[in-house]
């Protein structure tokens, strides 16, 4: 009896792992293969311009509110900040000209840090770019309108409006 | 003992005794499989949870995205991809949906689109404004049945090298079939 029960334990004293590795290995290959998955998303929202169906009632909200309007031009030169308030002290424009080809959205990200210690309510932004501007360049301008710091914490203007030259 | 009646042992010294070096072969220990296994279970995890990260799922072979340091995740919506334009081998395409090619963007069909909207300062692209109409129409009645509000809310997602002139004609034109409110895709700027 007790031979009997013996044998039984050497019997059942291995674990065969070779069937779960396969598994293991087919299904990490199978992920890996569908790399796409690795890549997270984000979104960046965005709206054009709308016409008030009523100019003077819109004329006499925005000069009733005294709002910032802040438009940036994006041209093959670089940046041109245009800060304006109706009715408001004059804001003084900005230029930023291109670093060599690239543009400096380090700078542009300062100057709207600027404004935003100013007008901490603001969070619109119009943004105007010339036909030829890469799309890559009009989310980098978003993007440095939108962070307050490097890492996309506290977001500066994040409602922007996007126009052509 | 009888020399025809070894025991293991003694036979194996013997044998080892004959051979030498050679006999270590086949006393080697089997492989030890379980660090092996660890570690593809813990790829399989880190696999696993990486999908899971992302709601959305693209698949647009002649399409590089943009990066930002933006971290709002996307939700579902009616995906809209603007291709790679301005290589004549693969002319770029506009794909609504899953996988609905709605319009071809080969260099004559460029030319036209530009004159259009340099000229005429016109941005509608007529092909793109039927797909989306049927679209925006089809959310609608869903909406509708549903007892929800039709949001309008479109994603976009363009090659990193687009001309903001196609660019903002494809926002326009989704925009005027009741698509506006848009959703800028990229990937996230750490990935």
């Known amino acids: 009896m007790s031979k009997k029960h013996s044998d039984l334990d050497q019997e059942g004293g291995e674990l065969n792992l070779v069937p779960y590795l396969d598994v293991m290995v087919n299904l990490v290959i199978f992920m890996l293969m569908n790399i796409t998955g690795f890549l997270a998303f984000t979104v960046l929202n965005a709206s054009v311009p709308q016409i008030s169906p009523n100019v003077q009632e819109a004329r006499e909200t925005l000069e009733k509110k005294k709002e910032l309007l802040l438009m940036v031009r994006v041209t093959n030169e670089g940046f041109l900040v245009e800060p304006s308030v109706q009715g408001g002290p004059n804001l003084m424009k900005t230029n930023i000209p291109k670093n060599g080809e690239l543009f400096n959205f380090e700078l542009l990200r300062a100057q709207g840090k600027n404004l935003k210690a100013q007008f901490p309510q603001e969070t619109k932004v119009l943004i105007i770019a010339q036909p030829l501007i890469r799309y890559e360049d009009i989310i980098g301008t978003m993007d440095a309108l939108r962070d307050n710091e490097a890492d996309g914490d506290n977001a500066m203007f994040p409602d922007v409006t996007l126009s052509v030259l | ?191």
Request: net charge positive; hydrophobic share 40%.
């Open chain 2, 1 to 191: 003992m009888s020399a025809g009646n070894f025991s293991v042992h003694q036979w194996r010294a013997r044998i080892k005794k004959r051979r030498g070096k050679a006999f270590q072969s086949v006393t080697m220990k089997e492989i030890n499989l379980v660090a092996m296994m660890d570690m593809m279970t813990i790829i399989l995890v880190f696999l696993l949870k990486s999908y899971s990260g992302s709601a959305l799922s693209l698949d647009a072979p002649n399409l590089q995205y943009t990066t930002s340091s933006n971290t709002v995740a996307p939700e579902e919506a009616l995906k809209l991809m603007l291709t790679k334009v301005g290589d004549e081998k693969t002319p770029g395409e506009i794909i609504l949906g899953e996988n609905e090619p709605v319009l071809k963007l080969d260099s004559r069909k460029l030319e036209s689109l530009k004159a259009q909207a340099q000229n005429q300062r016109n941005y509608i692209i007529p092909e793109l404004k039927m797909a989306l109409d049927t679209k925006a129409n089809n959310a609608r009645e869903i909406a509708k049945a549903q007892n929800k509000n039709f949001e309008g809310y479109i994603l976009i997602v363009a090659d990193k090298d687009s001309p903001y002139w196609l660019v903002t004609q494809v926002l326009m034109t989704s925009a005027n079939s009741g698509f506006d409110k848009y959703n800028l895709v990229s990937i996230k700027k750490d990935q």
